[in-house]
């Protein structure tokens, strides 16, 4: 597989893979799909310090960054109180554009994140549409997220994180990006023509249809009585 302009771009460099377990063309074109858009889409590696939230941090996950110095905005920080509905935060938020797709994560001793629909900001209080499955509590995190802004509100993917000695957590993660998978699916070249700079976009050229489904076939054999 080759993809035209990123060879005008960055010259013509081969790489070999071998695929254990391949047995068609289809899981070959796959893989070469998979690592071309690796290096196409996965351009940007961070390293960050965090507070004992970091334990909760496994290599594999997903993480949202929303560094101010590049968002330039305050979207997150920690809950002061909260209802079912709404939550009242450690700062003021009068800056937000709220014209976007806003969703709040909240984020508790699990480890696992809601995510809730932005109903209204007031200063410091957040509203979502609902309710919250579970009320978050005092000093945890929260996050404000416009996911119509997907390079300014990136996502990550953790490749390690190591504890130091004063209860921080140093975490490295590379520049995720969905879309990769689509174009592993269907092939679509890939539109690289608006950058990969924060608030640019890079997208499929199309949104043709995924795997087929008579392309995967299996055989389940019952043995039981």
């Known amino acids: 597989v080759e ?5 005008q771009r960055y010259g013509y460099n081969h790489k070999t893979v ?3 377990g391949c047995t068609d063309r289809d899981q070959a074109r796959r893989l070469g799909r998979y690592v071309l858009a690796s290096n196409i889409l996965n351009t940007e ?37 909260a209802t079912s509905t709404s939550i009242t935060v450690d700062r003021e938020l009068d800056n937000l554009d709220m ?23 007031a200063t410091t209080t957040i509203t979502i549409d609902g309710s919250f499955s579970s009320t978050p509590s005092s000093v945890q995190m929260f996050i404000l997220v416009d996911e119509s802004e997907e390079n300014t509100f990136r996502r ?19 520049l995720y990006t969905d879309r990769k998978f689509e174009y592993i699916d269907d ?6 023509s608006g950058g990969v700079s924060y608030g640019s976009k890079t997208t499929l050229k199309s949104q ?11 055989t389940i054999n019952n043995t039981s009585p």
């Open 18 to 20: 071998r695929a254990m």
């Open 45 to 81: 590696t961070v390293t960050f310090s965090v507070a004992t939230e970091g334990a909760m941090l496994l290599p594999g996950d997903i993480c949202l960054i929303a560094d101010p110095l590049k968002t330039e905005i305050e979207s997150g920080g920690r809950i002061k109180s």
């Open 187 to 192: 092939g679509d070249l890939l539109d690289v």
């Open 99 to 121: 014209s976007g797709d806003w969703y709040l994560y909240t984020y508790g001793a699990s480890g696992i994140a809601q995510r809730n629909e932005v109903k209204s900001v």
């Open 208 to 218: 043709s249809q995924k795997i087929k489904k008579n392309s995967i076939t299996f």
């Open 156 to 174: 990550y993917r953790v490749q390690s994180v190591k504890e130091g000695n004063d209860g921080t957590f140093d975490v490295v993660a590379i």
């Open 3 to 7: 993809d035209a302009n990123a060879i």
